[in-house]
């Protein structure tokens, strides 16, 4: 079992940077693959990015190529999102995922590949 605890959110203009963290619990952080993802009001939950539980490899949605950057920190169990460049369609609650994958060297991008979630963090950009 993995507890994940979102914060960094804000409201933030357009243009501007958020920092998102997750926070894990648990003694064997290396072992899962981390995973953010989006819901705008009336929109479905979607990709924003992922990263492998070494770190070496990432996966990012089109829409935010360029502009989001994963990582994550093994060692203090933490995963962070650096958004630049905000827009206000970046508006959204964002929230950390976790699947469990000790052997799996990639990443997952599809919501039901993971196992455990946050309670999410209100991400808002003003135009």
């Known amino acids: 079992q993995v507890q994940l605890v979102e914060s960094g959110g804000g409201l933030v203009q357009a243009g501007g940077s958020l920092r998102l963290s997750c926070a894990a619990s648990?003694?064997?952080?290396?072992?899962?693959?981390m995973g953010w993802f989006r819901q705008a009001p009336g929109k479905e939950r979607e990709f924003v990015a992922s990263?492998?539980?070494?770190?070496?490899?990432?996966k990012y949605a089109e829409s935010v190529k360029g502009q989001f950057t994963i990582s994550r920190d093994n060692a203090k169990n933490t995963v962070h999102l650096a958004m630049n460049s905000l827009k206000p369609e970046d508006t959204a609650v964002y929230y950390c995922?976790?699947?469990?994958?000790?052997?799996?060297?990639?990443?997952?991008?599809?919501?039901?590949?993971?196992?455990?979630w946050g309670q999410g963090t209100q991400v808002t950009v003003s135009s």
């Open positions: 648990g003694r064997t952080f290396s072992s899962y693959v």
């Open positions: 995922a976790a699947r469990n994958a000790p052997y799996y060297g990639g990443t997952y991008y599809r919501d039901y590949d993971y196992n455990y």
């Open positions: 990263i492998s539980g070494s770190g070496r490899v990432t």
